[in-house]
């Protein structure tokens, strides 16, 4: 099994949980020393469990492309990590920080490592990590790239993105599915976490361990490809793992969606390969 993102959160919860199961389990993060932290803690606990750490970050295509030639069998592949709220900040490639982790880089990385996971011919339990604040969020094409949005827009658009994966994949050895954590207090929710303090007082909110719980969840019941699950109560914000739902722009405007995001990676990636002099250019690509 690998995880992404598994030194920190609901990553390192469901890392633990699957050690815990008695998974051999692939941290895939992108701060060495942080994973190699998060590693020892889960081997202090259990000794004799298999957890390997492998470099992938998710901001530079050019990691996943190394990731990605030396892919290991594995049998679970969880996209779990995520950033939240970096306004201004970029990826390697250029983009905004939070659409080009979130999304460009689950896309290129899925893009990358599916065929492979195919053609191995293994069964497969694919699952992205989306958010309900997807449903919030609007997919406009020339602000795509913009930060104001980003979060809720990148999680829409790896809604439809799986999607597209499971109708792609659907008669394959390789099942897609999207978990969601609800609302769960982690160091991504860092920037609101005096206000989410104070909101749990009235209400309760997860703990990463329960909201990890979603990935077990979809192994134990294998339910239909495509479906979402995620937390029980207070419309997804809240519980115990159960199946819920996308929003309805989730299942729109797939094709386009998909499309544009080839060209704009494409059009990256050959002003990443001409000469410097080409660089200033970078800003108009998308
Ligand atoms: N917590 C919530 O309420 C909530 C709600 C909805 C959805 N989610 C989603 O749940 C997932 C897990 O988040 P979390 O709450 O557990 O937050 P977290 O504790 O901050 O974990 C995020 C993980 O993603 C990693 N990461 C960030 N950027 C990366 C990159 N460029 N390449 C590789 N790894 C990267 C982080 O690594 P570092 O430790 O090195 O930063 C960390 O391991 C995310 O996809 C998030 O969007 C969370």
Redesign the pocket.
Known sequence: MLI??????????TAETMVYLGAAVVM????AE??AA?REKLLAEYPTAKISVTP?????FS?IDAFAERLPDVDVFI??????HRRGEK?KDGFD?VM???YL?VFYLGEKVLPKLAERGREVAYIN?????HKVARVNFPRFDDSRGA?AR??LCLARYSRYLAEEYGDSNIRVYMS???????????HFLGGMNALSKIVP??S?EK??LAAAWILANEPPVGSVVGPNKLFGGWGYPKLNRTCRRAKRDIEPLIEFTNKTIEARSAVSRAPASAEGRQENVV
């Open positions: 992404t993102g598994a030194n920190s959160g609901v990553g390192f919860k895939a993060c992108r701060n942080k994973a998060a992938l970050d998710l901001a530079d990691s996209n779990n990590a995520g950033v939240f990826t920080l080009g982790t979130n880089g990590t989306i958010s309900i604040i979060y990148s999680k969601h954590p609800g609302i769960a207090l982690t160091p991504i929710a860092a909110i997860n990463a909201s990890s």
